[in-house]
């Protein structure tokens, strides 16, 4: 007992004081990587050693343990000195405490459990400003959504000496605001992540007016470029057109800059003078404001909170207009890893063992080591010479056993690398890799990535993420030990064989590519070309429209496809439903893979691990496909060297790619949209149940008034309405349909199921501005499935 009690007392730790706070200014949300500020005074000796946090993870599948993680950071310390550590951590559970240890060596020369602020749930607005006049533009406030909601948010001041350099602290942030801030103080670290940081997603505001020389200092590459002229007065009503066009309100006095963004739209003009441009970039925006925020006459309008919520609502990215995010729930880069962590796990490049085999000759074992050789030994009465054949047999068919599994031997570590890259139409990918080391023996696994990526820790755990943790009261165990600093590592422990851990990748180097293209759909044909310039071997290549897909197959890097036919399918409109569509859902039948060869089996596993990240990026876009766009998967490996116990090892790399793509639905003077082209929105949802995007189900009663927005430059010939509801619903009268009259402005009742209006009853049900309207009433209080109602449009240019 005495050897063994922990060394520290009380006297050694008044020597030895720590101060830690975590966020900014105490602010963070969960689900994100928080960074973690530590002070450390030293009294008692020279210490040459680590400092260790220790962040409970939650259990491991199967595991029956409450699993730590331990991240740790070298540190010197003189005696009778001060030092301050950052440490960025992923915090994925609501936490009051945080324990710290000081080692020297094995030597714990401090412990303690230190209190922090609970942290903003994940699905928290959270809004940071980078100003040196802070106060002048804290009213922001909130963030308004596509559908007319409004989101409160939480503002955090950012510094030069706070702001993030890693892209996972910066995820916390739905926005970022730069104005009246000198860029060129922030390091190029911190610039990388800030670029980074859009092109995942992003939203990135810019003020500029008198201090547009500090405000833009730092942007001095092609992530914002365009000219810059003269300052000019500029008298506008258009900002509070922006909140109410029907009354802007008085003239505002504006000190602006003639500043033209290259590649953006404009968001607010006055005449021809772009007050607001709107850049996109990858999967994120960025907007330039012509003025500064924070001076007048902006910071004294009352108006100008309500301004600034329209404003970021105007330029937010365009995945905020999906569903999810309109129910409030804007927690922008949540990433959703059951998909992920499924295909990592999944090798199909890697031989596997045929159970069925082996159980056959282990059954023959069985009958030649025992009765066969009992018999045979008894009718020689030789009984006692089984001492000596039992175990000759059993050599042997060991033997057998060895050399029917030979083919299938793996002896040294594998990594399953699976990259989700997402290129803009400018050439900007921005990339997401996520790796499963594959052990075949047991012992501890030191993995380490070369210069130029980083690796971190995956949560196992996949449903906690961003949840408050419950009381766990089981055993706590080290899971792995993340080691920050120069020389940044994983170490996991207590792997078994065949083992598969989890690390998230991410590169310094951002990539540069495009895949080009234009088609036109006319007559129900796709023509058009695909140009790959997007540095990868494209296999398995789909174009994917709101409604509809084509099968491109292979499309090598530089090379140019012609498309001239009609689509390969259609779907409903959903993530699921496409890949269903496409892969036939690999996982209807588990017979399916111990029933089949093994090149079956290969093909199977393959298929599954594309079904699984393809609905993890779907799922990442709320359940549908982002536009036009292509997808396709590739083998070009992109990833540096993994290093696992000193040694480089094997790397077998996928990535799935997708990139937008324009279709054009007008030839010469004719016009079609395809069903599910134009997506309804709701003008009245009053509703005893809801509506599930993913299954496509109404549930409970209610009334969903749908509105349809066709564009009001094409005169309509004929418009087809598309509607698909469990069997007797409709017969039984628990689903009603209508349709808006514009002449006697009142719903029709009908069976719009299957339904189309002619070019001479067009005016009576589509108004001036291109409105069409559809009602369903559902009565009966179960559940009744069915598709959103469609509509398909044929018609001439104006």
């Not at 909170?305 to 937010?316: D, H, N, Q, V, Y």
Request: hydrophobic share 35%; aromatic share 10%; charged share 20%.
């Amino acid at each position: 007992m005495v050897c063994n009690f922990n060394p520290i007392n009380a006297l050694e730790e008044d020597k030895i004081k720590v101060k830690l706070s975590a966020g900014f200014d105490s602010t963070y949300k969960i689900g994100s990587t928080v960074p973690i500020n530590i002070e450390i005074e030293n009294n008692m000796k020279n210490i040459n050693g680590e400092v260790q946090i220790e962040m409970e993870t939650g259990s491991r599948p199967g595991m029956n343990t409450n699993t730590i993680n331990l991240y740790a950071q070298p540190i010197s310390l003189p005696l009778n000195s001060t030092k301050k550590l950052l440490m960025n951590i992923p915090i994925s559970t609501y936490i009051t405490k945080i324990k710290v240890n000081v080692f020297e060596g094995k030597n714990n020369v401090f412990e303690k459990e230190m209190s922090i602020s609970g942290g903003l749930s994940s699905d928290s607005v959270l809004i940071g400003i980078l100003s040196d006049d802070y106060d002048s533009i804290s009213y922001v406030n909130s963030v308004g959504m596509a559908n007319g909601t409004t989101l409160s948010a939480k503002n955090v001041k950012l510094t030069e000496t706070n702001f993030p350099e890693d892209t996972d602290v910066l995820k916390m942030f739905n926005n970022i605001i730069i104005n009246n801030f000198d860029t060129s103080k922030l390091s190029k670290n911190q610039y990388e992540a800030l670029k980074k940081w859009v092109f995942s997603g992003g939203h990135l505001i810019i003020g500029t007016g008198p201090s547009y020389n500090k405000t833009l200092a730092v942007f001095k590459d092609d992530f914002v470029s365009g000219t810059i002229g003269n300052a000019a007065n500029i008298s506008t009503k258009e900002l509070g057109g922006l909140i109410a066009k029907s009354n802007p309100g008085n003239n505002l006095q504006l000190s602006a800059l003639d500043i033209k963004v290259k590649d953006s739209t404009p968001v607010i003009k006055e005449g021809d003078f772009v007050l607001v441009h709107k850049l996109e970039r990858s999967r994120g925006t960025v907007a330039v404001a012509a003025f500064d925020f924070g001076l007048n006459p902006i910071a004294n309008w009352g108006q100008k909170s309500t301004f600034m919520e329209k404003l970021i609502g105007a330029t937010l990215p365009s995945y905020y207009s999906l569903i999810d995010y309109q129910k409030g729930r804007p927690s922008m880069m949540m990433e959703y890893l059951y998909g992920v962590s499924s295909a990592v796990r999944n090798i199909p490049e890697l031989p596997m063992p045929k159970g069925k085999n082996l159980i056959i000759i282990f059954i023959i074992y069985l009958i030649i080591a025992a009765p066969i050789n009992y018999i045979i030994l008894k009718k020689l009465d030789k009984r006692e010479l089984m001492w000596a054949t039992v175990p000759i047999i059993s050599i042997a068919f060991a033997g057998i056993m060895y050399a029917a599994g030979l083919s299938t031997r793996v002896t040294e570590p594998i990594v399953n690398i699976i990259s989700m890259i997402n290129m803009d139409s400018k050439g900007t990918a921005s990339i997401k890799s996520y790796g499963g080391v594959f052990t075949p023996t047991k012992g501890t696994m030191k993995i380490e990535a070369s210069a130029g990526m980083h690796i971190k820790t995956l949560s196992e755990n996949v449903y906690d993420k961003g949840m408050a943790s419950s009381a766990n009261k089981a055993p706590k165990v080290v899971d792995a030990k993340v080691n920050l600093g120069s020389k940044p590592s994983i170490e996991f422990y207590k792997n078994g064989v065949f083992s598969n851990r989890l690390i998230d990748i991410s590169m310094d180097e951002i990539k540069n590519g495009q895949i080009e293209g234009a088609l036109n759909y006319s007559n129900g044909v796709f023509k058009g070309t695909v140009k790959n310039n997007s540095g990868f071997d494209l296999e398995d290549c789909y174009v994917i429209t709101t409604s509809n897909y084509i099968s491109l197959g292979k499309i090598k890097n530089g090379e140019t496809k012609e498309i001239n036919e009609k689509p390969t399918g259609s779907y409903s409109g959903y993530g699921q439903d496409l890949i269903s569509k496409i892969y036939k859902d690999p996982y209807r039948s588990p017979q399916q893979l111990k029933n089949a060869t093994d090149e079956e089996a290969k093909e199977l596993r393959i298929t599954r691990q594309k079904w699984d990240v393809m609905a993890n990026y779907f799922q990442m876009n709320m359940g549908k496909p982002d536009n036009q766009q292509v997808v396709a998967w590739s083998k070009t490996p992109i990833t540096k060297d993994i290093i696992v116990n000193g040694k480089k090892v094997k790397k077998i790399e996928k990535s799935f790619i997708t990139a937008p793509i324009k279709v054009t639905l007008r030839n010469g003077n004719t016009v079609e949209y395809p069903y599910g082209y134009i997506r309804p929105t709701y003008i009245n949802n009053n509703q005893k149940g809801g509506y599930d995007e993913y299954g496509k189900v109404f549930y409970g009663g209610g009334t969903y008034e749908l509105q349809y927005q066709i564009d009001n430059t094409i005169n309509i010939e004929q418009l087809d309405i598309k509607a698909n509801f469990s069997s007797n619903s409709i017969l039984n009268k628990e689903v009603k349909q209508y349709i808006w009259n514009v002449k006697t402005s009142s719903y029709e009742e009908g069976n719009y199921t299957s339904f189309s209006i002619q070019k001479d009853n067009i005016a009576k049900y589509v108004d001036k501005d291109g409105i069409f309207k559809f009602k369903l009433e559902i009565t009966n209080t179960n559940q009744v499935s069915g598709e959103m109602p469609s509509i398909s449009v044929k018609g001439s240019v104006k």
